[in-house]
């Protein structure tokens, strides 16, 4: 699926739209599809990388001409898929497009190629088999796999325990014996979706624009509901006689997911503080990470339930993750020297703000890393 460039191969850039039906792990994602300006096909938006702009910035600027959407786009591609695009000359080309996924967080009433395409929503299956590039489908495909709703079946957190186990017959008769406590699946799942929510309240106020209290008390209240969460966590770990996991892989689970949100609102809290109102692009380069890290996370969660069915899917994620979280950090490098050649000299306290709220946003994908880092933990014990 994804392939070497080769010398031969124009590369180009594309955009993958997509939103979720409603805030919930096991919600229905949605992808944008616009159709093409010669033959009508239904295609993403896409296009040539454009001279001293990033790829992921090329490609969020064609998701806004052809299909009048934007909003936080991640800096590290989804993968890349290949065609051949007839030229007027007439000559057949083969390209390679790196595709990079793109929150969507606002659809544009008006946009500049409006009159030339459609735009549509598609579920996941609708825009693989809408498509007619094979490794496009594909794409497309393993943006939400197949296992994600059949692993949010819910069984009992006992019943799993004597399976991951293979435990003998006196013991899975002594267990119907003792009560089912410890709704641990759905308590990760619940501070996932909060997490999610967060990570897109945050990149909504890094977006800029007048609402950006609104999106900060937002932030603030996520996380607040995440603390309630992960306190029923705690406390469900010390009431409950059998868990699914070790004890400490619980503990560190809901911790590392927790660590994510409190960076998120130390975040807000440094930018209401300070009160800045314009950011980075390096900023919200990182917040397309974080919002991708967070709907990876969440994907992640309910695939717990059935760890050595779902340890490949598991590890596809988590992997992501990790590369992700090193991009990342040359984002956060290329940002802090951008703002020290800025305003290191003119305008210290410019320099130190703006440090700060990289430091945060660097600890944010940390969090993810080691919640990917824990999940590979709980892989490798019951896989």
Partial sequence: MCRQPRNSVIRQIAALPYRNEDPATDAA???????SRGTGRWVIPKGNAMSGA??????????????????????????????????????SLMMDVDVFPLAVTRELPSWK???ERERRWFTLSEAADAVEEP????????????????????????????????????FAWFQRLLPRTGNFFELFEAHAVTVMAAADALARLLEGGPAGREHIREVIEREHDADNITREVLQTVRKTFLTPFDRGAITSLIGALDDSIDEMQA???????????????????????IVDAARLTAEA??????????????????????RMEGH???????????????????????????REIYKHLERIVDAFEDVANEIDGIVIDHA
């Fill in 29 to 35: 994602v949605r992808i944008l599809l616009v159709t």
């Fill in 54 to 91: 990033a790829p992921h910035v090329a490609a969020a600027q064609e998701a806004e001409e052809e299909a009048g959407v934007v909003g936080p786009v991640c800096p590290t591609p989804l993968g890349s898929y290949r065609y051949r695009k007839r030229r007027g000359s007439g000559a």
């Fill in 113 to 115: 190629e409006q009159q």
């Fill in 135 to 170: 490794d496009l489908r594909d794409l497309i495909r393993s943006f939400g796999a197949s296992e994600f709703k059949a692993a949010t079946q819910r069984i009992g957190v006992l019943g799993a325990v004597a399976e991951k186990s293979r435990l003998g017959p006196m």
């Fill in 267 to 289: 975040t807000v809290n440094a930018i209401a503080l300070y009160e800045v109102e314009n950011f980075q692009p390096e900023m919200k380069d990182m917040a397309g990470i």
């Fill in 301 to 322: 969660m309910p695939l717990l339930r059935n760890v050595a069915q779902n340890s490949a899917r598991l590890h596809e994620l988590t992997e992501r993750l990790v």
């Fill in 328 to 354: 990342a950090d040359e984002i956060h490098a290329a940002g802090l020297k951008r703002t020290f050649k800025e305003y290191g000299a003119s305008d210290t306290l410019k320099f130190v703000v703006d």
